[in-house]
């Protein structure tokens, strides 16, 4: 008998239907003796209606009154549940966050947990009962009600899981794990069984299709596996944990990448001291945010230094660096609007050196520009020009063997 | 400078336009220096869906889940309605039962109040913030949400304006206030400036499509004056107080009536001692609710003895009387299924008689059977074709001048 708690998104209780489907799922998790916990989302669609609503409303509607009126998707999704469950005669009680007392920050529409009471939690297991929690939300210490911010049930999946010293997070979701790259991509992409929560956060944009990168960190700090599974389908998923529980390390784990990127250089900085600070000053004042930053200094005097931005912020972005090329004296200011991400993750990557060679060889054999390059201990990103991506994560994901399933040994490290 | 307690119904926010007519009439008032709380129901409609949603996934959805489920209408209005205020720079914040401390007994669907925390509204209202409360609900003691019925806002306001020994209890509706009959029916219908809580008892299904009933026993009991009016045009409206609060008593006050009655009678039942009891008790097995009930003893060893019914449950309850006739040997059981109840309501008629003999005297005239009379102490109820309504309206209305704005002086008793 375990103590397991499952999450469902939005889409997995998108109708009436699947609200049976899940109930069923639970039920069967239930007869297996094990006590269930489950972090319910707001029917898909729901969340969104609401927002519409707000914003049909007012321009800028009250942080505090908009948390408290998205917050009831999760209430009637949560309800609903049990009243499937009790439906076939398993016994549930839906709990709200100040019921549950899932106390956070007082920071509207992106709160953060601070901390989880069990004793009703634990109280209701007791008494057989399967217990259903709104997810998304919380409450402060005055009794607030304020949300987590987009996708933030799996965080509360996490905190509770983390907060029982449950056995297992099982996040349910419409997509069978976590995979290689983007199935829609490379229809070769195979299912990753197991993956480090590094890898899983080094993932960002594709593993953020499946988990929310908040609810990883958390798992990380407090060392609880989540699996990751498909509501429409059996198998085993992919299991995020922690790097030493991982038997057979992978070289390469997946490739991750993100559209809609912006690149801008500064060529020819005469140098000074804090010349990185002054250049992305104004641009933070602008709050546009910065994705990779890379800086070459091969000339003597003067240093290059290329950032990219999203796509949306380009032409504003431009417009700061050229301003603020001027002023520093810098020869040119290049830029793309349309380049694209593209990133190998690994942990096996950290003790071994010639990914970086292999990668790029294949890039370059297929003809393939890289325009910049950042690395991490277990990730390395170029960018390429997005009309390139699908070639270029074809011909890396080739390159490493990742569209081989069972992974041939030699892309095992030990 | 007062403290007012005001509740908009459904249809006051029952479009976005309309949450933002009501920010603004609530605005008004708290430019005035009044100190506003309000009770909100859920938009015109989504109570409605809710319902039909939980009843659309199972046939017999759990009760304590039900209403955590429909909660969630007014947690919606309650949000927008603050983000209007928000809009228009009236700082205000909303709160939920569980917030505010509304508690209830543990009776899911129709809990009834027991106790109102006034701490943390006397506390925000310092503040100078408007308050908004979800009308409809409640908390039990362990934290369950509960709900109050049909209509549980009115209830909620009244429960909150006695609790914080408001000034006045303004409940905002879709109509101007209480006429003395339905005006669709009767064109010529008066409003009436005030009316005694025992009189709005007894006008029941006239006043229930104002106040719900249970709302204005509380105020009653609490001696707390209710005030009707329309959020969508001005005026003084109806107020709703203590008999002895009415300088000026009417004889009559107003004229109630419903339809989809059904009249069912026993001629001739051998005496016995609790024979009523004998032929009620079938019925009520039944969960058949009955409405008026008359009984004759005009001949020496027989009794005759006369009830209503919704009509709807008409042959359901006449199967049962057919085969309770048989047996208690009544020589012959009546009935029709298209009757309609016709009520004159009047604090003056207690100390006044001829009430009862114009009333008839105006059906008479008017060649109007009367199928059945009932009286209680400032009311006489007398059963009609349905047929003859409207025209039984009219009549009893023009006999006692009900018609006519300002009412004559020979309408009032003192």
Same mark, same amino acid.
């Not at 209780?13 to 699947?18: A, E, K």
């Given at each position: 008998m375990a103590l397991i708690v499952q999450k469902y998104g939005?889409?997995?209780? @998108?109708?009436?239907?699947?609200i049976h489907h899940v109930a069923s799922k639970i039920a069967e998790h239930k007869r297996n003796k094990h006590d269930i916990v489950v972090v319910v989302s707001a029917m898909y669609g729901e969340t969104d209606r609401l927002i519409h609503l707000a914003h049909a409303l007012t321009p800028h509607p009250d942080p505090r009154e908009f948390d408290v009126l998205i917050s009831t998707g999760e209430q009637v999704s949560m309800a609903l549940l049990c009243m499937a469950l009790h439906a076939i005669y398993c016994p549930a009680r839906s709990f709200t966050s100040s019921q549950i007392g899932i106390q956070t920050d007082d920071v509207y529409n992106k709160a953060r947990i601070l901390n989880v009471k069990t004793d009703r939690i634990k109280s209701e297991l007791q008494k057989g009962h399967v217990i259903v929690i709104a997810g998304f939300q919380g409450i402060t210490q005055h009794g607030d009600i304020t949300t987590l911010g987009r996708g933030g049930s799996d965080t509360t999946a996490v905190a509770i899981a983390a907060a029982l010293r449950a056995d297992e997070c099982q996040i349910y979701t419409d997509v069978d794990g976590v995979y290689t790259t983007d199935p829609h991509l490379v229809p070769e992409a195979q299912l990753l069984p197991i993956i480090s929560f590094e890898e899983m956060l080094e993932m960002a944009s594709l593993g953020a299709k499946v988990l929310q990168m908040r609810s990883v960190e958390l798992a990380s700090k407090h060392n609880m596996p989540i699996r990751v599974l498909s509501t429409f389908s059996s198998g085993p998923g992919t299991l995020v944990t922690f790097e030493d529980k991982i038997m057979h390390k992978r070289l390469v784990s997946g490739i991750a990448f993100s559209q809609e990127e912006a690149i801008i250089s500064l060529a020819g900085i005469p140098k000074q001291i804090g010349l990185e600070g002054l250049i992305l000053d104004k641009i933070s004042q602008a709050y546009i945010e910065i994705d990779m930053i890379a800086q070459n200094t091969t000339a003597q005097d003067t240093v290059d230094f290329t950032f990219t931005v999203q796509r949306r912020e380009h032409s504003k972005a431009l417009?700061?660096?050229?301003?603020?090329?001027?002023?520093? @004296?810098?020869?040119?200011?290049?830029?793309?609007?349309?380049?694209?991400?593209?990133?190998?993750? %690994?942990?096996?990557? &950290?003790?071994?050196?010639?990914?970086?060679?292999?990668?790029?060889?294949?890039?370059?054999?297929? %003809?393939?520009?890289?325009?910049?390059?950042t690395t991490s201990e277990i990730k390395i990103s170029v960018v390429i020009d997005e009309?390139?991506?699908?070639? @270029?994560? &074809?011909?890396?994901?080739?390159?490493?063997?990742?569209?081989?399933?069972?992974?041939?040994a030699e892309n095992y490290i030990e």
């Open positions: 939005g889409s997995s209780v @998108g109708t009436l239907d699947r417009k700061i660096i050229e301003d603020v090329a001027k002023k520093m @004296g810098a020869t040119s200011v290049k830029t793309n609007a349309k380049v694209a991400k593209l990133s190998l993750v %690994g942990i096996g990557m &950290r003790s071994h050196t010639g990914v970086a060679s292999v990668m790029f060889k294949a890039l370059g054999e297929a %003809g393939i520009p890289i325009q910049m390059i009309a390139q991506l699908e070639r @270029g994560v &074809r011909v890396v994901h080739q390159a490493f063997n990742l569209d081989q399933r069972p992974v041939l």
